[in-house]
């Protein structure tokens, strides 16, 4: 059938599918209920395999990599104890994430029994509970004298609450707390979250005369998180103290405190530039703000205060068509992570926090709950399998943080690697999919008393209550790399409702809703729809299509979603995206790999609109998974500036970086002169005709050094470098060769610094010029030095003017330690 879209012009995810769990209900709440995640049987071949996952490797990798923040709040139940606290070295979030892991685990513990895991909570509520005063304050670093306002906490606790996380750590502590609480029935850890509640809301909104001199801080958290939690604390507790802490907590926001600064501390950094009801668009830290967007969908609907829901619609539209890249990412900016001006979606310089992705399903999951509309369930669908599934690697013990939409393959955008790290010092992205994954179950079904919605399609079965009636549902597909979907409906006994199918707005006129992206040719396949073999005409009302019937045992629906490679444009004020394309396939973003494509993907272009209609698509099978690719004709650059004819390969976004490091391209250029046959190679301004080293290391490209590219650290975390990583304690030279004979004038070495890292500043190093085909040291002038200083250039100049073909760099390091170069500048008399 051709299925015409009929779109609404009307503009807790997870805390509403665990509040299902319980069988609570709430006056004013959403008016419609997800089916609880655990009790969702997920026999999907592309979800099943990532659950397993969860629950052999990435949690107990999670467990391993937060041992840290156990031993943090191990210092504080020690000294809480009496007993002698030395070398604690203060952190102002790192419990945050062992809490989120725990979450996890606990949801894991709600799919399937697991003793030694239940063991491992068990004694982790041990230990938080002992790190927390009799009070209720929970706080290791206050707790045991290392916090201080020089590493942003404060003096004194509540003393700093803008950055030094005290309510956004206690927050995740409460989410742990009631997942645990309902995967065991144990409630010490709930017991810590409400006592932890209590003393807050006292300091926070009543005054306690042990914190600011007896008076109510007033003070929202800067890191949004209390609030979500607190509305979960509610539901599971049913107490009215929590929900309207929430509430004050948002209502204060923007009011009572507005920082004064740049950055940071900047007012829309933490969306503290306006009362939360009078925002219109989206600023500032991106998952602060969607944590944000979160909370007051929740605390909007349960009190029935509209101005937050129509403070949300003016915001989601502001996301959607102007901030929000084609992957679902949010928060284009580096520094502050977040948000920048309207339709700044950089593709190589993109951040897209992974955990603003998952923020982003969070809040469009409860504008679906909220609007019963479908087109928040798109956004949520491809922020899910698009950023936040590249997030990890398939084997589930490597990490994204940063998620970029180009990559050469060199440049370390990802705190300071080019591909997935092990683990980050700020661990929230790991610790976040760690808690999401798991609930991913509870976004496919949803219902109220009539009607029942599929809303994620996925191989699965499950069981729902609707006019009195238990209903059996299950579906059989290989979506999301199929588009065929057959419902079973098995009812105890005739009944009838509603049933509900979501048609994507990828099956559509554009990929994802909003005005950002649309496809640049029509969709020939139709959708069809039958019931029990036979045709069903339906119209399409805020994105489902729907079957009102009385259902009898034996029903069965099938959709079929057309799943063709499509082109996708961009909006033209999007400079980034100005005459390039993209390629989706039914919900994921296409991107070329280097490991498939013979070289850079930089090198490819398209001199007319692509015909995908007979892209070729295959199974790629690897030892940690399998996906989806499809292969088209493309044009590529030569080294010789040629152009040729090629096959290009595409992967979903979602699985890059799976096969080794190198480069990625999702937004493809439409002319030849756009294309880059070698993205790191020298530029053609640079002073140098070619660079060479000793030794290079892998990760590493030694034409970085003269790239032209410096940050204002000497870490090497965010430029490309050179190391002599894999060499330690070896001498090394790098040589720079100049096009023709120059006139030296001066040379800047910026180097590498790790402290405490595998890269050094040199013990000693040294220059020499190359003339007439010999090396002969450099004279320096006579107040020069070989310096090693950080963050700067290291400048030298020659006693005299000195004519030389090239100049080398000898570089003697410490002990088991590389070298490294960020970038070497060359004065040249003309």
């Not at 304050?137 to 950055?163: C, E, Q, R, W």
């Not at 645990?180 to 809301?201: F, Q």
């Amino acid at each position: 059938m051709n299925v015409q879209a009929k779109l609404s012009a009307t503009h807790g995810l997870l805390a509403m599918v665990l509040c299902a769990a319980t069988g609570s209900t709430h006056a004013g709440d959403y008016p419609l209920k997800p089916v609880p995640f655990n009790e969702v049987e997920m026999t999907s071949d592309f979800w099943r395999p990532r659950l397993e996952t969860q629950r052999k490797t990435l949690v107990p990798f999670a467990f391993e990599r937060t041992q840290p923040g156990v031993e943090h709040l191990k210092a504080a139940r020690d000294f809480l104890a009496g007993k002698k606290v030395t070398d604690h070295r203060a952190h102002r979030f790192i419990d945050s994430d062992l809490y989120k892991v725990m979450e996890g685990a606990a949801y894991l513990l709600q799919l399937r029994r697991d003793p030694e895991l239940e063991k491992t909570l068990d004694d982790l509520a041990d230990v938080i509970s002992g790190a927390q005063h009799k009070n209720g304050y929970l706080y290791p670093s206050h707790t045991t004298g290392a916090g201080s306002s020089k590493n942003m906490m404060g003096d004194k606790p509540y003393t700093f609450i803008v950055h030094s996380h005290e309510l956004y750590n206690v927050g995740h502590l409460y989410e742990a707390a009631i997942a645990y609480y309902r995967a065991t029935g144990k409630r010490k850890l709930l017991d810590v979250a409400e006592k932890s509640a209590v003393h807050i809301n006292k300091v926070i909104f009543e005054g306690d005369a042990a914190y600011n001199d007896g008076k109510p801080i007033q003070q929202a958290p800067g890191h949004q998180e209390m609030e979500l939690a607190l509305v979960k604390l509610y539901r599971v507790t049913g107490k009215q103290l929590y929900l309207d802490m929430a509430r004050k907590f948002l209502e204060i926001r923007g009011v009572t405190y507005v920082p004064d600064g740049e950055g940071v501390m900047s007012p829309t950094y933490a969306q503290q530039h306006a009362p939360v009801t009078e925002q219109k668009e989206a600023v500032g830290h991106a998952v602060r703000a969607t944590y944000l967007y979160s909370a007051m969908a929740d605390v909007g609907t349960l009190t029935g205060e509209p101005a937050y829901g129509e403070a949300l619609d003016r915001i989601w539209g502001d996301i959607t068509n102007t901030r929000m890249h084609i992957t679902g990412g949010l928060g284009a900016v580096h520094g502050i992570e977040g948000f920048g001006p309207q339709y700044e979606l950089p593709n190589a310089d993109a951040f897209n926090e992974t955990c603003a992705a998952v923020g982003n399903v969070l809040f469009n999951y409860r504008m679906f709950l909220l609007h019963k509309d479908a087109k928040y369930l798109d956004v949520a669908e491809v922020a899910l399998l698009n950023n936040v599934l590249a997030a990890v690697n398939l084997e589930g013990n490597r990490f994204f943080y940063v998620n970029p939409l180009d990559a050469d393959g060199k440049y370390p955008f990802n705190h300071g690697t080019a591909g997935r790290a092990p683990w980050f010092g700020t661990a929230c992205c790991p610790s976040n999919m760690a808690r999401l994954v798991p609930q991913v179950p509870g976004m496919t079904y949803a219902h109220d008393d009539n009607d029942l919605y599929i809303t994620f399609f996925a191989e699965s079965r499950t069981e729902v209550e609707l006019n009195g009636t238990r209903v059996k549902v299950e579906q059989k597909t290989a979506y999301p790399n199929d588009g065929e979907i057959s419902v079973a409906i098995n009812p105890m006994r005739p009944t009838k409702f509603r049933l509900r199918l979501r048609i994507p707005t990828w099956a559509r006129e554009r990929f994802v809703p909003g005005e950002l992206y649309r496809y640049a040719e029509a969709l020939a396949a139709p959708i069809e729809l039958s019931l029990n073999g036979d045709r069903v005409e339906a119209d399409i009302e805020k994105g489902f299509v729907s079957i009102d019937r009385e259902w009898k045992p034996g029903d069965r629906v099938v959709l079929k979603l057309p799943m063709p490679v499509r082109v996708t444009e961009c909006h033209p004020a999007v400079q980034a995206n100005t005459n390039r394309v993209a390629f989706t396939r039914g919900p994921f973003v296409l991107c070329a790999e280097g490991v498939d494509n013979d070289g850079a993907t930089q090198r490819f272009y398209f001199d007319e609109l692509p015909d995908t209609s007979n892209a070729k698509i295959k199974t790629t099978r690897i030892e940690s998974g399998s996906f989806i690719q499809a292969e088209l004709p493309a044009q590529a650059v030569t080294k010789s500036g040629d152009s040729e004819a090629a096959r290009l390969v595409l992967t979903p976004y979602y699985a890059w970086n799976n096969r080794g490091t190198g480069s990625m391209t999702v937004w493809f250029p439409m002319q030849a002169d756009m294309a880059v046959f070698d993205p790191i190679a020298l530029p053609k301004e640079s002073a140098f005709k070619e660079i060479t080293a000793s030794h290079t290391a892998k990760e590493d490209t030694v034409t970085a050094i003269g790239d032209g590219k410096t940050d204002k650290w000497s870490s090497g975390n965010k430029v490309a470098r050179w190391t002599s990583r894999g060499q330690p304690g070896k001498a090394q030279w790098v040589i720079g060769r100049f096009r023709e004979t120059k006139k030296l004038r001066s040379v800047g070495v910026f180097w590498m610094d790790r402290w405490q890292g595998d890269v050094r500043f040199p013990k000693a190093w040294s220059l020499e010029v190359e003339q007439n085909g010999k090396w002969k040291p450099l004279k320096l002038y006579t107040t020069d030095k070989y310096d090693t200083r950080a963050n700067q250039f290291n400048v030298v100049h020659p006693a005299a003017p000195t004519e030389c073909d090239a100049i080398r760099i000898k570089m003697t390091p410490r002990n088991d330690t590389a070298v490294g170069i960020i970038e070497m500048q060359v004065a040249l008399e003309e």
